[in-house]
């Protein structure tokens, strides 16, 4: 009975890992009880576990809040994106005169701008939002341009030999062309979006009704409710996890039908 | 966008003869389609592509283009399709007995090495794309897709990707989205080189039943000796070094043709006379002296 499902390729792919992680937690639990670890130090699963039940309410608040800035900056950080990317293809001028900014924009720390940003922007929401659409928009724009670029060069010389209009060689050749670039773009944004909406709290220290989970780790450090700062951990993980696959879903769902990379493999 | 020189670009009545009218000039040949004249492209490297290229193209014509490889031959099909600058000379375009009418008369389509089609679209949505881009549509553009679909055998597979086809179909696809438009020239470019010989040997015989059914009139880019003398009716020979045209022989021998043709000594004879103008033409593009 066991031999076939070890063989079969896709339930090992979510067998094995989950398999690892129980072994984990297991072995945690068992250390932190045997060696009686005070749970301000090191709490065990079951704590932590406890910690997300019992403080649910504030824990959900501070999630809606960051996925809220984090929502916010991706989207903006796609709009802005292929919008720069969009212009950058129309001239080799442009985009020299311009790419250099962006990458500007992404080797700047932006930990080091947060609180020139917090200060210039009044509404905390809006100043987390700009961090996180800073931090995020780079692999939007750089792989968008690549896949904009990267055109078959014979498809390309058809189109000009029917005088095609760069509107139509833009919307018929190279943005469906982009498209896998873009994806691939759209994955590594939507996680870095989170660290930036994180991140960009701890900087600017919000508070009240508007702090997200990045305050409620710092609070709780403080308060040494150690289990309830890894709870907040925990819900910032599984939030980056469900971003993550909620773009390879919808990079599937777009390419399947003719990309490589959503092809799947017959044994 | 592309800046190919290619003159006049109002129509300018040359030969307004009865013969012209009638589709053939006054020694009763086929009127042209077109003429490359002392056509030179030189490379800003300075290579020297093509050197004073003369060649005429006349209405149903099959003419090969055939030599060793550097020789310049897919440059000169590129410069028909106005895909390419040249450097010097004119490349003209003709219809009716006049000189073409600028970039909108010449109703010309490229088959590239490869499939080329967009992986992206259905195989009909691949073929439609000439029509779309000039924007036709209504039910005699889908009667063209449909009637192109069903030449190149296609018929059926509107809704397939291209990678759900094999090289072979892929290569139909290509050629039916090269047949949509009703060119007046086909140009294609070692089309079938990436082929294995049986899937050649097959899209050689269907790509000469649709040039006789169709009237059509193609330059066909090869570097096979068999697959110039099957399909061509005239094979023009380069050699490389400069690229130039070093030999022009005609296949006289009727169409249609079929495997029969393959075997004959006709065929022999015509493929020993171009292999030998070929070996010729290779030996010119040898460099004649070594520099220290």
């Not at chain 1, 709009?79 to 950058?88: P, W």
């Not at chain 2, 219809?95 to 679209?121: C, H, I, S």
Request: proline fraction near 5%; glycine fraction near 8%; hydrophobic fraction near 50%.
């Amino acid at each position: 009975m066991s031999a076939p499902l070890i063989q079969n390729e896709s339930f090992v792919k979510v067998a094995a890992p989950l398999a690892v992680g129980v072994l984990f937690l297991l072995i945690w639990e068992i250390a932190v009880q045997a060696l009686e670890m005070p749970k301000y130090i090191l709490p065990g699963p079951i704590e932590i576990f406890k910690a997300l039940i019992d403080g649910w309410q504030p824990l959900l608040g501070a999630l809606y809040i960051t996925l809220k800035v984090t929502f916010l900056a991706f989207l903006i950080a796609v709009v802005l994106g292929v919008a720069a990317s969009l212009l950058f293809v129309q001239s080799k001028w442009i985009e020299m005169s311009l790419f250099p900014y962006a990458v500007l924009m992404q080797v700047t720390p932006v930990v080091a701008i947060a609180p020139l940003i917090i200060i210039w922007v009044d509404d905390t929401t809006w100043a987390l939002t700009v961090c996180a659409v800073i931090i995020a928009i780079f692999p939007i724009i750089s792989n968008t341009t690549l896949g904009l670029r990267s055109v078959d060069p014979n498809l390309l010389s058809m189109f000009r030999m029917y005088r095609t209009s760069r509107w139509q060689e833009l919307v018929r050749l190279r943005i469906p062309g982009a498209l896998p670039y873009f994806f691939g773009g759209l994955r590594i944004s939507s996680g870095l979006a989170l660290i930036g909406a994180v991140v960009a709290e701890f900087v600017a220290g919000t508070g009240g009704a508007k702090a997200g989970l990045a305050y409620m780790i710092l609070q709780s450090g403080y308060n040494l409710q150690i289990p309830r700062m890894f709870a907040a951990l925990l819900l910032i993980t599984l939030t980056g996890i469900a971003l993550f696959a909620l773009m390879v879903w919808l990079s599937d769902r777009a390419l399947r039908n003719w990309h490589e990379s959503a092809l799947e493999v017959e044994h | 966008m592309t800046s190919s020189k290619v003159t006049p670009l109002k129509a300018t009545p040359v030969d307004t003869s009865a013969a012209a009218q009638a589709h053939t000039d006054s020694n009763g040949n086929p009127r042209p389609v077109l003429q490359v004249e002392g056509v030179n492209k030189i490379y800003a490297n300075g290579t020297v592509a093509l050197k004073g290229a003369d060649l005429t193209i006349r209405q149903g014509e099959f003419v090969s283009l055939l030599g060793p490889s550097g020789c310049g031959k897919s440059t000169l099909l590129r410069i028909m399709a106005g895909l390419g600058d040249v450097t010097t000379g004119t490349v003209r375009f003709w219809e009716q007995g006049y000189d073409v009418v600028g970039d909108k008369g010449r109703k010309l389509a490229f088959v590239f090495q490869n499939a080329t089609l967009m992986p992206w679209a259905r195989v009909r949505k691949n073929v439609r794309l000439p029509l779309d881009l000039e924007h036709q549509s209504g039910a005699e553009t889908e009667r063209k897709i449909d009637d192109a679909l069903e030449m190149v055998g296609l018929k059926g597979f509107d809704n397939a990707f291209p990678r759900e086809l094999s090289g072979g179909m892929q290569m139909r696809a290509s050629i039916a989205r090269a047949m949509v438009t009703e060119p007046n020239l086909l140009l294609m470019d070692e089309p079938f080189g990436a082929l294995d010989e049986m899937t050649r040997n097959k899209l050689n015989d269907d790509v000469l039943k649709l040039w006789q059914k169709n009237g059509w009139t193609i330059v066909f880019v090869t570097h096979s000796v068999y697959e110039a003398v099957y399909l061509s009716s005239r094979v023009v020979v380069m050699a490389a070094r400069p690229g130039r045209i070093v030999d022009d022989i005609s296949i006289d021998q009727p169409f249609p043709r079929n495997s029969d043709f393959r075997v004959s000594t006709e065929f022999a004879g015509y493929c020993r006379q171009v292999s030998q103008a070929l070996e010729r033409a290779s030996a010119m593009g040898q460099p004649q002296e070594v520099k220290a």
